[in-house]
């Protein structure tokens, strides 16, 4: 709490605007906490700062038009490839300087690829033009994918990847993704790709959904649930064949 505190006073001098501020305290939660918060802990941030608390709705509409935050399971965080614009933006290198294990741990996870789809693909994607399909759901998905996998909600992302290989059958006139990866006429390193797609990610996702509960379990983890290279060749044949 003292962290905090010292923290919101320096952002409190620094800015004025309540967008900036919340979008510096939803920084600390995110990097130095490492976790998601709610819009009524962003709310409350302001009042232990000693600020007034700002109406909830104008700020959950602020935070939510933002495009440097992110919804995770009903809350937020900063999105990664963000977080250095924000530092400087907000003039945080003297928190810096405070915090230093934790920014490590921060400046670590933006060096890494810690996307699950690529930014570039996403953008190809977005750019085909056809009324045949609607993109929009597999463009979210893909969307709430990276989030999930930034987040590390691991039971989320292998969800997520068996719903969008469920999702995209029709645009390679299959009726399901095992007719894709059996019957399509592709590359054979399309065809690996895909079959290990149908038969692993599949049959993981399959252990989360349907399995009851059990006196003991095992959780999923990053290796476990990143399929991200065998999606990638998925939707390159689809930007291919579009």
Known sequence: MDDF????????????????????????HTVIERKPVTIRQLATDFVIVGLPRPNITILQRIMTNDKRTFKCNGKLLLRSDRIRGVEIDLNLTPIKSQTKPPIKVAEKRRKDNNQFIDDSRIAELKKIKTKKFDFSRLNQMLKEL?????AENWISVILLVRSIIDHVPPIFTCKNFSEIANNYKGAKSFKD??????KSSRKIADS???????KKEVLPNRTQVNFSNDIDVLLAEI???F
């Open 239 to 241: 930007i291919r064949i």
């Open 146 to 150: 990276n989030d999930a996998f930034v």
């Open 5 to 28: 505190k010292s923290f919101g006073e320096h952002i409190i001098r620094e800015k004025k605007k309540i967008s900036d501020r919340a979008i510096a305290f939803l920084y600390f």
């Open 193 to 198: 790709s895909m079959s290990h797609l149908d």
């Open 208 to 214: 989360y959904l349907h399995i009851q509960i059990r």
